[in-house]
């Protein structure tokens, strides 16, 4: 089977789990996995990756010395925060002050926290997929126009080399400027943002709550 470009590092003090997810997700996604926190930090910061599984309590450094550390270099790197202790690091209060974007609490079935990993990583891919989309189409469109990314820059009142990372893909524009672009590109915002392709191109399952 060919894996996924999605790139997972685990950092759990209980090798257990380390050596779970890599049994049951392995074959799919690209894996690492440590059970000490600075040796999973010192990884981190020679290469690049998708997904940080990371463990509350590890050793001397915990969950949020790690995150603390990671923040100062990389803002990008999705960190799903784990914990066998609830009513200490309780959910709400993690989303809130630490810099992650997902919790999960442990719990005896495994499978779970499976099904919600792959969640995170289809979501992540379906993300890139529309944010590629998005970047060559402002490229098109600005290449239909005739006009040069200074051109751009300029009626945004940004710096070339952030059109350039639009159109790499690297950033996505903020509302406002997708909205400034939708006027000079004679376009709709939902054109610009690939929404017709979201929905007609990929299947995503909506909630009836």
């Known amino acids: 089977m060919e894996k996924s470009g999605i790139r997972i590092i ?57 995150i603390d550390e990671i923040r100062k270099y990389d803002n990008d790197l999705y960190i799903l925060l784990l914990t066998g202790f609830g009513e ?39 993300f890139n997929r529309v944010k590629y989309t998005i970047s060559e189409r402002l490229k098109n469109l600005r290449k239909l126009n005739n006009l040069s990314q200074d051109d751009v820059a300029k009626y945004l009142g940004i710096q070339r080399t952030t059109i350039s990372q639009y159109e790499s893909g690297d950033l996505i524009p903020p509302t406002l400027n997708v909205i400034k672009l939708a006027r000079l590109y004679n376009v709709t915002t939902d054109y610009i943002l690939c929404y017709e392709l979201n929905i007609e191109k990929i299947n995503i399952p909506i909630s009836k709550k």
């Open 88 to 126: 200490k690091v309780p959910g709400m209060k993690s989303l809130e002050t630490l810099k992650i974007q997902n919790y999960y609490e442990k719990s005896a079935d495994f499978e779970k926290l499976i099904i919600f990993i792959e969640g995170i990583i289809k979501s992540l891919e379906f």
């Open 10 to 66: 685990v950092i759990d003090d209980d090798s257990g789990i380390v050596d779970a997810i890599k049994s049951f997700m392995g074959d799919k996604y690209y894996i690492e996995g440590y059970i000490s926190s600075r040796e999973g930090l010192k990884r981190l910061k020679k290469e690049k990756f998708d997904i940080l599984i990371l463990d509350y309590y590890i050793d001397e450094l915990n969950g949020s010395d790690v």
